[in-house]
């Protein structure tokens, strides 16, 4: 921590040690880890079940430079680029070729792809993303254009369309992600109002007790450690909800919270503590 000109403490942070990532020292470290972990899933027959891999997916990825940005400054990737705009995603394949080329000379790790966040992501495999998932505005852009926050009944056919949305982004997002690994998101709003909004009424209520101290929900949360903090130089909140582990939701919660089965989605294992020579780069 360090003191600001007003004398309040604020938390320093990476965004490797933010994220649970590895951040090596240079590129060319980065994507060797990466070919190693490569070769070692492709070693791995199709009974290990086991995808450890540092991808991070990028929600609503517009032409924005972050991917490149991720890479330049030695994460390990792959860098998954995400928008519901074709047009979008190929102008971004053009700009970013040189990451993309079938070159034999040319680690590739940088892939976009076509897809509604609210829909589902199928173009990714269930618990596939061993990195994390960051969401530069496209929670808090439908968060700001749902208006007022309304509590209903469940059989009220007139919800607002935009917090549906927001809850189909979440499930989308809980359904790729693997155990452990973070959902970050960038807003201006406070948390009172965005985890109502994220969480809905009835899981706001149950998470945070009425002195705002977090606890256990009776039917289990899907979503654990959640943090918000405030990014001084820029007036925003950076949220982060991270996956709960396979223990602490049981199906009956999961088909009620995000319409799907436990049954179906294929658990892979993930390891929190990388090995191999890896390293986080203090900045």
């Known amino acids: 921590s360090k003191e600001n000109d007003d004398g309040e403490m604020i938390s320093t942070t990476s965004f490797a040690d933010w994220m649970d990532i590895t951040q090596l020292d240079t590129p060319e470290e980065a ?6 972990q490569r070769e070692q899933h492709e070693n791995q027959s199709d009974n290990d079940n ?18 490149e940005q991720l890479l330049i400054n030695s994460f390990i990737g792959p860098i998954l680029q995400l928008d ?18 079938s070159d034999d000379s040319v680690v590739k790790r940088m892939e976009f792809m076509v897809d509604d966040a609210s829909t589902g992501l199928t173009s ?18 439908l968060h700001c254009s749902a208006g007022p926050i309304i509590k209903r009944d469940d059989d009220d056919d007139d919800g607002n369309n935009d917090d549906d949305m927001i809850q189909r982004i979440m499930s989308s997002v809980h359904n790729v992600l693997q155990p452990s690994r973070p959902f970050i998101f960038f807003s201006r709003s406070e948390p009172q109002w965005m985890l109502r909004r994220v969480f809905g009424h009835d899981g706001y209520d149950d998470y945070l007790m009425s002195d705002g101290s977090q606890r256990r929900r009776r039917s289990k949360m899907l979503w654990k450690d959640v943090e918000v903090v405030k990014l001084v130089d820029y007036d925003l909140l950076l949220y982060k909800l991270v996956k709960a582990e396979k223990e602490d ?35």
């Open 50 to 67: 086991n995808n450890n891999n540092e991808a991070i997916l990028i929600l609503g990825c517009g032409n924005s430079k972050l991917g």
């Open 84 to 101: 519901i705009s074709s047009k979008v995603i190929q102008l971004m394949t053009q700009r970013y070729h040189k990451y993309l080329s």
């Open 31 to 36: 994507i060797q880890l990466y070919q190693q």
């Open 249 to 283: 939701y049981d199906e009956e919660d999961d088909e009620e919270q995000m319409g799907t089965k436990n049954s179906s989605i294929k658990r892979q294992s993930y390891l929190k503590r990388r090995k191999g020579g890896s390293k986080k780069s203090k900045r």
């Open 124 to 141: 990714l495999e269930p618990e596939s993303v061993g990195g994390g998932v960051i969401d530069k505005g496209l929670v808090d852009v």
